[in-house]
T-cell receptor
C-alpha cells in the first residue's frame, strides 16, 4: 500500500518563479517528513525535513509546510533556479517504523530559462 | 568527512545468480539502511542494520539478506536473482536509529538481471 503519494509526476516552472511540490500521506503514525532531491546517476540528496510538532520549516530558498489535519505537506522553492531541475521525493517515517523511510513516487521538476 | 559510498556502480547478472552489493557508511554513522528503487518509482525500504543487527525489514523475501560489519560498513546479498530484481539499490546511513535522524544516501548500484 502506498502510504506516501506525490500525485504530480512532473512540474515545469520558469526560472525565478516559485516551485510548489505536494505530498499526501495516509499513515497517522508518521511524525517526521523529509524532502530529497535526486539527479540522474546520483543518490538522493537530503534537502529539508520537518517534525510533526511544527507546521513550517525554512532553509534558504526551501520551505516545507505541514498540514497534519489534511495529512499534506508541500515544498516551496523560491526563487527556482536551473540547478533545481531534478526529481524530488517526499519521504516519511513514524513512531511505528523508526528508520524506515516511506517514499513517494517523485516529482520531476524542470526549471526553464 | 567521507560520504556514503557504494560498489560496484553497475552490475549485470543472469536470472538465478547471486549478487553482493557493498556500502560504506558516512563517518560516525552506525546505522545503515538499504532501499530498492525500480524505474519510475520511489525507493522501497529493504532492511536496516544497527550495530551489526537487523533492525527492521520491509516487504522483501528472505533471499534478500544483509550484513553489517564492526566498522559499520554493510553488504546486501540477493540470491536466486529474478528479472524483477533489476533496479537501483541505494544504501543510506544515519547517526543512530531513531525516527528523526536524517538518512544520507550513497550513489547507488544499478543492477540489471537478464
Amino acid at each position: 500500500d502506498q502510504q506516501v503519494k506525490q500525485n504530480s509526476p512532473s512540474l515545469s516552472v520558469q526560472e525565478g518563479r516559485i516551485s510548489i511540490l505536494n505530498c499526501d500521506y495516509t499513515n497517522s503514525m508518521f511524525d517526521y517528513f523529509l524532502w530529497y532531491k535526486k539527479y540522474p546517476a546520483e543518490g538522493p540528496t537530503f534537502l529539508i525535513s520537518i517534525s510533526s510538532i511544527k507546521d513550517k520549516n525554512e532553509d534558504g530558498r526551501f520551505t516545507v509546510f505541514l498540514n497534519k489535519s489534511a495529512k499534506h505537506l508541500s515544498l516551496h522553492i523560491v526563487p527556482s533556479q536551473p540547478g533545481d531541475s531534478a526529481v524530488y521525493f517526499c519521504a516519511a517515517s513514524g513512531r511505528d517504523s523508526w528508520g524506515k523511510l516511506q517514499f513517494g513516487a517523485g516529482t520531476q521538476v524542470v526549471v526553464t530559462p | 568527512e567521507t560520504g556514503v559510498t557504494q560498489s560496484p556502480t553497475h552490475l549485470i547478472k543472469t536470472r538465478g545468480q547471486q549478487v553482493t552489493l557493498r556500502c560504506s557508511s558516512q563517518s560516525g554513522h552506525n546505522t545503515v539502511s538499504w532501499y530498492q528503487q525500480a524505474l519510475g518509482q520511489g525507493p522501497q525500504f529493504i532492511f536496516q542494520y544497527y550495530r551489526e543487527e537487523e533492525n527492521g525489514r520491509g516487504n522483501f523475501p528472505p533471499r534478500f539478506s544483509g550484513l553489517q560489519f564492526p566498522n559499520y560498513s554493510s553488504e546486501l546479498n540477493v540470491n536466486a536473482l529474478e528479472l524483477d530484481d533489476s533496479a537501483l539499490y541505494l544504501c543510506a546511513s544515519s547517526l543512530q536509529v531513531s525516527g528523526t535522524d536524517t538518512q544520507y544516501f550513497g550513489p547507488g548500484t544499478r543492477l540489471t538481471v537478464l
